[in-house]
C-alpha cells in the first residue's frame, strides 16, 4: 500500500516549483525521485530524472510536460 503522507509530499512539492531558484527546483526534484524510489516506482522516477533534465536544458515546455504527467500518475497511486 502507499504512504498517502508520502503522496500529499510529492504532489505539494510538484505544485511548489513554480517559484524558485533553478537549483532549489532541482532540489525538489530530487527529493520526489527518492520518495519514489522509497515507494518502488522506479519507472516514475525515472521520469522525475528526464524532468530534470528538460530544465536544466532551458526545455520549458518539456519541463511543464513531465511536471504534469508526475502529477497526474503520482495522483493515481493514492
Known sequence: MNDPARIDFMLS???AMDVG???????????VEEALQGLGQ???????????????RGDMAEFKRGRAFLQAKI????
Open 13 to 15: 512539492t510538484l505544485n
Open 21 to 31: 531558484t533553478i537549483e532549489s527546483i532541482k532540489d525538489k526534484l530530487r527529493q
Open 42 to 56: 522506479a519507472e516514475l522516477a525515472e521520469r522525475v530524472t528526464a524532468t530534470g533534465v528538460a530544465l536544466a
Open 75 to 78: 495522483g493515481h497511486l493514492r
